[in-house]
């Protein structure tokens, strides 16, 4: 797992490239003072995570944060900010993390171990294999046969067929384990397995309700997401 750092203050980024060397295993393959010249970066080099800063010169942080969300390879996304006003619009693009300066080493250790958590369940995934808690037991089951994931609160529930799995994680961190190819977020409480899609009915306000294979529920595409969906589908 590799990552860049985007801050124009070089102090910041000498302090996050000790903590990175000193208490992780990710490797650091550049650094930018220059978000568009991270950007052009970027589209060449397909960086796994990004750390970035919002307040930058050009191109603000939040702004190719929203750039990179819409590529078809996602990166994790963690912004370290002095601003604490964006949260809310870093997770809308679901962003990995959201670090207020000045942190804590205690901080930004969590934050790493937790993206090399990330990194070995997205290993886990590449076999098609993925393990799920039921009940008090765990099963392995192939990421395909996944219908849709809906989110409950901090959970994120997973429908298979007659069964269901809850896992204690948001969904778009469970999001992040599937597939692109194969898995989309049609709304902000769902992710829809498109192999499972057998009828797509117009919905109010020019969206779509989704019908799926062996599935009761329908399931809704945001007005948010419609364009990304008819794209997706040939529409």
Known sequence: MNCIIVDDEYPAREELKYFIKEFSKIDIVEEFDDSVEALQYIESNKPNIIFLDISMPKLDGMALG???????KKIIIVFITAYKEYAVNAFEIEAFDYILKPYSEERIVRTLKRLERQEKSIDKCMSNKITL?????LKVINIYDICYCEAHERETIIYIAKEKFVEHSSISEFYK???????????RSYIVNIEKITEIAPWFNNTYMLKLKAMETDIPVSRNNINKFKHLMGI
């Open 177 to 187: 384990k599937l597939p692109r190819k194969s898995f989309f977020k049609c709304h």
């Open 66 to 72: 929203k750039i990179l969300n819409n590529f078809e």
């Open 133 to 137: 808690k039921q009940d008090n037991k």
